[in-house]
């Protein structure tokens, strides 16, 4: 079951690397505004530094979550699973505060949460 931990935080991780490439470098592009559902232009060039900042936010979860990935692969359990929770516990956290808000968000929530939840419960069933 810790095989399938490190399998789902690793795609998680992967998810929010391309998330962060999306909200970070490639916000301005017509396609990046159309999975966002940004209409125009000038509403991407408003809300980009936001985009930004919450881009980093995403890969520094990944990095949280890949860095656990390798400290569980070299055996140190307890270190590895510490920043799988976490990295994948704010990923699942995010996802929740992100539906809350509105449930128009439900595809996007379930893209960036079912995974780094699956990865949680898997982690539980290994190390408990």
Do not use: K
Request: charged share 10%.
């Amino acid at each position: 079951m810790l095989a399938a931990a490190m399998v789902l935080a690793g795609l998680a991780a992967l998810v929010h690397v391309a998330i962060f490439w999306l909200e970070s470098v490639a916000w301005m592009r017509p396609e990046t505004r159309r999975v966002f559902g940004i209409a125009s232009e000038d509403d991407a060039r408003v809300t980009r530094t936001l985009a930004y900042n919450q881009g980093f936010y995403n890969l520094f979860l990944a990095v949280v979550a890949a860095v656990g990935i390798v400290l569980l692969a070299a055996g140190s359990t307890a270190a590895g699973a510490a920043l799988v929770y976490a990295g994948c516990g704010s990923m699942a956290a995010a996802a929740v505060v992100l539906v809350s808000g509105s449930r128009a968000y439900a595809r996007a929530v379930a893209f960036q949460g079912v995974l780094p939840l699956l990865a949680l419960v898997a982690l539980t069933v290994a190390v408990v």
